[in-house]
């Protein structure tokens, strides 16, 4: 087996390497003193302290930001999943003109490779007008800004797999619109649901730049946190390490439940 | 009481004109079979009455009520689909009782009219089991028993037997043709096998690049086919068409070759036209007889034998013909056989 695919097998070992090697530099770098860290020690005793500063610590946000990441995190999913999925729905389903399908997916896609840089210095100022910044509900709105195009690509995808005849069966069972959605489609593209989700959650968990821009400290999410740690006088490694490893759990957890659903929804449309 | 009539309904795709004004009346218990090759329109036209398409022009009259703008939903009719379309993520017992549901019929009565249907088609202990975990046969029941369930004015069925092997095909055949003779139902059927149309419809629809060649019962349709085209997708195996020109008793092929008759219909004297014989109409006559009577003399190519039937290919001059005996075990290919025609039962269209 090894042998028959060893093409195959290397290289995976090798990027497992380059992948692993680095996460678990930064999970020992989380149980290390500050002083075992820069004198690069390999053999150390681990210790909590840095945790204890994450948590502990008269200045301590990081409870805070973890709740912070989790509700914009939860909330922008939610609304990524519910509008992508009733508009793939309407797009594929719903008998539109063509050319209104060809556009919209189209803008859709030009809007998904703008580097989102480009118009954040936009939305600090949109926000700032209409008294956004500094709310979660602003950096909610803005993962959802950037996850839809994402989001409806691929629930477009699952839906379209769902065969027109069952649509058609349902009609003829008495179903609206409306009715078709929740009853036939909905349970259907579950699965396309949860690895979208995951793949937006983790999106939204892992985003920098748009938490950065429309937060402070109050609203500030894990990433933001973290690279705070890097002061001008002092740049405190173990705390950073720590807060990266906590911040690995959620997506690594959901990664787990999500797994076999994820490799499909990233896989969808390959093939078909 | 269910009664459906279509009039003038026309379906454009685009450009593309697929129904031309047809024009039909559907009686309260009938069984009606729409037959035609693919493409001539007979699934649009179905789907034109179940509201799942709509129609470029015309109407569609249920019990006396333009339902053209109608949905489906509000048309209280059930379809049989030629994908089964069943709801994957729901057991038998949900599919079957989803439109009841869906029409806010008490649990009850659901109950009570779901475990009717199951019993009727044998799927009482499915009940529990995802379409998944079905085969093609029972499947296509829970299909049937997800229309059957509801009373509605009318079933249509979309080629619900395509999907079946041959013996099931057959078995399934006979069944929705007694159930419909217990539920006395408007029934609509859409078939592009002949068979299946001959044996199931109180009356058929022959249908051809969207207009309707002929409606009549299936013996009147196989013994009086109005044309050509009629007469050769009617039967199997096909009649035997032969284009030429009809003179005083004589019909002279295209090709050079021509056939005598004892009789002829002198309404056919002098026109050009098509010249039919089903394959049973020919009958092979000993050298003997065939000194009385007129006769063609066919070579034959290729014999298949069917067990009851015995069916011969060969060439009448540069004519290839087709006969349908009884058992002949005698006939090889390469064999010079003398082949009397019917003179009663010939066609001739002038198409």
């Given at each position: 087996m090894r042998n028959r695919h060893s093409f195959v097998f290397y290289p995976l070992v090798a990027y497992a390497i380059v992948v692993i090697a680095p996460f678990l530099w930064i999970a020992g770098t989380a149980f290390k003193r500050q002083i075992d860290i820069l004198q690069g020690k390999i053999i150390f005793t681990p210790v909590l302290s840095n945790f204890r500063q994450l948590f502990d610590s008269r200045e301590a946000t990081f409870l805070n930001d973890l709740y912070n990441s989790s509700v914009i995190a939860v909330s922008s999913t939610a609304l990524v999943l519910v509008i992508a999925t009733a508009a793939a729905f309407t797009l594929q389903r719903l008998s539109m003109p063509k050319w209104f399908i060809n556009v919209i997916f189209l803008w859709v896609l030009i809007f998904y490779m703008l580097p989102p840089i480009t118009f954040i210095g936009a939305w600090f100022i949109m926000a700032d007008y209409i008294g956004l910044f500094n709310t979660r509900f602003a950096v909610i709105l803005g993962h959802t800004t950037i996850n839809l195009p994402l989001g409806l690509w691929l629930m477009a995808t699952f839906i379209n797999e769902i065969p027109k005849e069952l649509l058609e069966a349902a009609r003829v069972d008495g179903c609206n619109n409306r009715q078709i959605f929740s009853k036939v489609i909905v349970p259907?593209?579950?699965?396309?649901?949860?690895?979208?989700?995951?793949?937006?959650?983790?999106?939204?968990?892992?985003?920098?730049?748009?938490?950065?821009?429309?937060?402070?400290?109050?609203?500030?999410?894990?990433?933001?946190?973290?690279?705070?740690?890097?002061?001008?006088?002092?740049?405190?490694?173990?705390?950073?390490?720590?807060?990266?490893?906590?911040?690995?759990?959620?997506?690594?957890?959901?990664?787990?439940?999500?797994?076999?659903?994820?490799?499909?929804?990233?896989?969808?449309?390959?093939?078909? | 009481m269910s009664e459906i009539i279509l009039k003038k309904i026309r379906k454009s795709f685009g450009k593309v004109e697929v129904l031309k004004e047809i024009d039909l009346e559907i009686r309260d218990t009938e069984m009606i079979v729409l037959v035609g090759p693919s493409g001539c329109g007979k699934s649009t036209l179905l789907r034109i009455i179940a509201g799942l398409e709509e129609a470029t022009a015309g109407e569609v009259i249920i019990n006396n009520t333009n339902v053209a703008d109608k949905n489906p939903k509000d048309r209280n009719i059930a379809m049989v689909f030629q994908t089964y379309a069943l709801y994957p993520h729901m057991t038998v017992y949900q599919n079957i009782?989803?439109?009841?549901?869906?029409?806010?019929?008490?649990?009850?009565?659901?109950?009570?009219?779901?475990?009717?249907?199951?019993?009727?088609?044998?799927?009482?202990?499915?009940?529990?089991?995802?379409?998944?975990?079905?085969?093609?046969?029972?499947?296509?029941?829970?299909?049937?028993?997800?229309?059957?369930?509801?009373?509605?004015?009318?079933?249509?069925?979309?080629?619900?037997?395509?999907?079946?092997?041959?013996?099931?095909?057959?078995?399934?055949?006979?069944?929705?043709?007694?159930?419909?003779?217990?539920?006395?139902?408007?029934?609509?059927?859409?078939?592009?096998?002949?068979?299946?149309?001959?044996?199931?419809?109180?009356?058929?629809?022959?249908?051809?690049?969207?207009?309707?060649?002929?409606?009549?019962?299936?013996?009147?349709?196989?013994?009086?086919?109005?044309?050509?085209?009629?007469?050769?997708?009617?039967g199997s195996?096909?009649?035997?068409?032969?284009?030429?020109?009809?003179?005083?008793?004589?019909?002279?092929?295209?090709?050079?070759?021509?056939?005598?008759?004892?009789?002829?219909?002198?309404?056919?004297?002098?026109?050009q036209g098509i010249f039919g014989i089903r394959p049973e109409d020919l009958v092979i006559v000993s050298d003997q007889e065939a000194s009385e009577t007129e006769t063609l003399e066919v070579k034959v190519k290729v014999v298949e034998h069917t067990g009851l039937e015995t069916l011969i290919y060969g060439d009448f001059g540069r004519t290839e013909m087709c006969l349908l005996t009884k058992s002949n075990e005698k006939i090889k290919s390469g064999d010079i056989i003398r082949v009397k025609v019917n003179p009663d039962k010939v066609h001739f269209f002038e198409d």
């Open positions: 259907l593209v579950k699965p396309g649901l949860i690895s979208t989700g995951v793949i937006v959650f983790i999106f939204s968990w892992n985003d920098f730049l748009v938490a950065l821009t429309l937060t402070t400290k109050a609203t500030q999410t894990v990433p933001v946190s973290i690279a705070t740690f890097a002061q001008e006088y002092e740049i405190r490694y173990g705390a950073m390490a720590a807060g990266s490893f906590i911040s690995t759990i959620p997506a690594l957890v959901l990664l787990l439940i999500g797994q076999k659903y994820i490799v499909k929804g990233l896989l969808a449309g390959a093939v078909k | 009782s989803f439109a009841l549901k869906m029409s806010k019929v008490p649990v009850s009565t659901v109950d009570e009219k779901v475990r009717a249907a199951a019993e009727m088609l044998g799927l009482s202990n499915l009940m529990d089991r995802y379409p998944r975990q079905l085969s093609g046969g029972q499947r296509q029941r829970v299909a049937m028993g997800r229309a059957l369930v509801r009373d509605p004015v009318a079933f249509l069925f979309d080629e619900p037997l395509s999907n079946l092997d041959a013996k099931l095909r057959v078995q399934m055949r006979s069944e929705i043709r007694l159930l419909h003779q217990k539920l006395k139902a408007t029934s609509i059927f859409v078939t592009h096998d002949q068979v299946e149309a001959m044996t199931m419809a109180d009356r058929i629809v022959v249908m051809n690049n969207g207009i309707i060649e002929q409606i009549g019962k299936p013996l009147e349709i196989y013994n009086k086919p109005k044309n050509s085209f009629v007469a050769g997708f009617i195996p096909t009649m035997n068409l032969l284009p030429g020109h009809m003179i005083d008793r004589r019909f002279k092929l295209e090709n050079g070759n021509h056939i005598d008759l004892d009789k002829v219909n002198p309404d056919w004297n002098n026109k």
